[in-house]
């Protein structure tokens, strides 16, 4: 029994490696932006932790009067920080965004030249099997035909060959001596 790989054809085992080699340079470029993503947030909860820790410990050990204004994070250092957040998360969908680009335009001829050969081998293939039963119809419709012929010309002749004459009915002239 043939497996699988053996049963293919040539052009559709070609664009099923075109097709691999697409979703597998597709993949490694997700994986790549997902790894830059989570570095991004890593790095930003371990800055916001470290800060909201140092707050909160300045905050609860350090009395009032011995706080330096500089100690207790502002509203502008807080949204800079989440700004310089969101602007790192926009650079990463850029390039994310980018690198998808790259790979489906070096992908994309390949992808469809193969689908295009795929297609045409199809084509081929169903026109010729057509064609086959085409030829397998005629010859059987000849087969039928000459074979009704055949039975109507025995038919014919049949009917064409004269009656054995019985002995009654010839008109007494039967063996009189």
């Known amino acids: 029994m043939n497996s699988f790989v053996e049963t293919i054809s040539p052009a559709a085992k070609n664009h099923v490696e075109a097709r691999i ?8 470029a997700t994986l790549q932006s997902v790894r830059k993503l989570s570095e991004v947030n890593l790095q930003f909860s371990r800055d916001w ?5 140092e707050a909160l410990r300045t905050a609860l050990l350090t009395p009032a009067t011995e706080r330096a204004p500089a ?21 990463v969908a850029t390039e994310f965004q980018t690198s998808i680009n790259q790979v489906v335009q ?10 295009t050969e795929l297609a045409e081998a199809v084509t081929q293939k169903a026109a010729a099997q057509a ?7 005629k010859a059987a419709g000849k087969e039928i035909l ?16 004269e009656q054995p004459a019985s002995m009654q009915s010839a008109d007494g002239e039967g063996n009189k001596n």
């Open 21 to 28: 080699d697409y979703f597998s340079d597709l993949t490694v």
């Open 49 to 53: 932790l470290q800060d909201s820790t």
């Open 71 to 91: 100690d207790t994070p502002s509203i502008e250092q807080v949204a800079h920080k989440l700004q310089a957040w969101q602007q790192q998360l926009n650079q």
């Open 106 to 115: 070096q992908h994309a001829p390949q992808a469809a030249r193969t689908a």
């Open 131 to 137: 064609d086959q039963q085409l030829r397998l119809h």
């Open 146 to 161: 000459d074979q009704a012929h055949q039975f109507a010309a025995v038919a014919t002749q049949n009917r064409s060959m």
